[in-house]
């Protein structure tokens, strides 16, 4: 079975500008998560949506949104970009079975901002 | 979800058993323990969960003490390839929501 898969895998932009990252969840899994991971900050939880719904949110200013379209596959937006939103961002999909919830991670975006 | 404390780094010659320590000592009755690494640039890697039984699988073993306010993860034969940041995390599993919560983690360098 097909991993996670991201693209772009790597992207440059430069402050002001929007960027939309992509993310195919494994084949039959339903929840999508969108995870920020910088040096100073570590790995911070952005959103999840599930079925197309936001189920949950992390601390992150408005600018970051994202979307999940009925085959489960989600986007995530920044506009109006930061230096500071220079990072790996990760998306992992999860599927529920007995009670037990994993997620798995894809191999990440690595968007620079200049 | 309760807190984990992991030792920042720890070092472990390649063939021998590499064994990863994780305090959890706020840790609720339903919350399962879970071990993530992360290979340099790479995503986390899922390796292991468990509730209060130890477990184990074809990447490690995950020793639970009976109180369950510690838990180990062992890899039984390190090799290079496991030179990598290795998480550890509390949390409950919910239809609310599947937030990971990553703590600093342990660097492990596995020495040829």
């Known amino acids: 079975k097909a991993g996670v898969t991201q693209t772009p895998r790597y992207l440059i932009k430069t402050r002001g500008q929007q960027v939309t990252l992509s993310c195919s969840p494994i084949?039959?899994?339903?929840?999508v998560s969108w995870y920020q991971q910088t040096p100073g900050q570590g790995l911070q939880f952005l959103f999840e949506y599930f079925s197309e719904t936001q189920r949950n949110k992390g601390n992150f200013p408005g600018r970051f949104s994202g979307r999940q379209f009925s085959n489960s596959r989600s986007e995530m937006n920044v506009s109006t970009l930061e230096l500071g939103d220079s990072a790996l961002y990760l998306c992992?999909?999860?599927?529920?079975?007995?009670?037990?919830?994993?997620?798995?991670f894809g191999p990440g975006t690595r968007l620079l901002v200049l | 979800d309760a807190k984990t404390t992991q030792p920042t780094s720890m070092d472990c010659a390649e063939g021998r058993a590499a064994n990863l320590p994780c305090n959890h000592s706020?840790?609720?009755?339903?919350?399962?323990v879970y071990w993530y690494r992360q290979i340099h640039s790479q995503g986390p890697q899922y390796i292991i969960h468990?509730?209060?039984n130890n477990e184990t699988n074809e990447m490690a073993s995950l020793i639970i003490t009976e109180d369950r306010k510690s838990s180990t993860l062992i890899l039984p034969h390190a090799t290079l390839r496991d030179t990598a940041v290795y998480y550890c995390?509390?949390?409950?599993?919910?239809?609310?929501?599947?937030?990971?919560?990553f703590g600093g983690g342990t660097r492990l360098m596995v020495k040829p």
């Open positions: 084949s039959g899994h339903r929840s």
């Open positions: 992992a999909s999860s599927i529920k079975r007995g009670g037990r919830e994993t997620q798995y």
């Open positions: 468990g509730l209060k």
């Open positions: 706020t840790i609720s009755g339903n919350e399962y």
């Open positions: 995390i509390v949390r409950v599993p919910s239809n609310a929501g599947n937030m990971l919560t």
